[in-house]
């Protein structure tokens, strides 16, 4: 079965930026999407199809994904990003949903 | 907008089985651009997809749990259900329904809030 692997954790002061990545065999070939989860909360979408950001979804956010790794770029970070964030794919290739295992990001 | 809301009972006693319903407001579950899902969460880990259910009853499960899973939709009600049999504290979670599109690549692109389900005696 396929897997995605990101990092546990990914530390970040105010105001620089956050690279969280997501790698998996031949993922460039795949549309990656990643949500945001607070505590508590459910998640939500912060970026699908690579690097395509849904209506109300700051431009501070950024994707890429080529070869075997995709990353969701935190540009200016803020306090409210302080979360976890999870990469998924789902295509014909991947019959069902896979998720990333998290990558909680901490905002110093 | 759209919302979908979880409900069911929180405790679930091992052996017996696991049944949640997903109410969906503020359109139609009957559209053939979506899947309604169900996702769950284990305490302090990450997301597992449990399966999917589409409006003319079409579903697919996740193979773990393929055996004790049966996922349904109830249009005229604007419900889709989840039952999981013999559970036991393997399947404590918070669970989540969420509409994912059909069109690849396919993404959740609204959730519930999730409710929590503790299996205990």
């Known amino acids: 079965s396929y897997e995605l692997t990101q990092p546990p954790s990914v530390s970040t002061a105010p105001g620089q930026t956050a690279r969280i990545t997501c790698g998996g065999n031949?993922?460039?070939?795949?549309?990656v999407q990643w949500y945001q989860q607070r505590p508590g909360q459910a998640p939500f979408v912060v970026m699908r199809?690579?690097?395509d950001r849904p209506a109300g979804i700051p431009d501070r956010f950024s994707g890429s994904n080529s070869g075997n790794t995709a990353t969701l770029t935190i540009s200016r970070v803020e306090a409210g990003d302080e979360a976890d964030y999870f990469c998924?794919?789902?295509?014909?290739?991947?019959?069902?949903?896979?998720f990333g295992g998290g990558t909680k990001l901490t905002v110093l | 907008q759209v919302q979908l809301q979880e409900s069911g009972p929180g405790l679930v006693r091992p052996s017996q089985t696991l049944s949640l319903t997903c109410t969906v407001s503020?359109?139609?579950?009957?559209?053939?651009?979506?899947?309604w899902n169900w996702i769950r969460q284990s305490p302090g880990k990450g997301l597992e997809w449990i399966g999917y259910?589409?409006?003319?009853?079409?579903?697919d499960y996740n193979p773990s749990l393929k055996s004790r899973l049966t996922v349904s939709v109830d249009t005229s009600k604007r419900q889709f259900s989840l039952q999981l049999t013999s559970v036991t504290a393997a399947d404590t979670a918070v669970y989540f329904c969420?509409?994912?599109?059909?069109?690849?690549?396919?993404?959740?692109?609204?959730w519930g809030r999730g409710t929590l389900v503790t299996v205990t005696s």
């Open positions: 969420a509409r994912s599109t059909v069109i690849t690549p396919r993404y959740f692109d609204i």
């Open positions: 503020g359109d139609s579950i009957s559209r053939n651009t979506f899947y």
């Open positions: 259910v589409y409006y003319r009853g079409t579903t």
């Open positions: 031949n993922l460039g070939s795949k549309g």
């Open positions: 199809y690579d690097s």
């Open positions: 998924q794919v789902w295509d014909n290739s991947v019959g069902h949903p896979v």
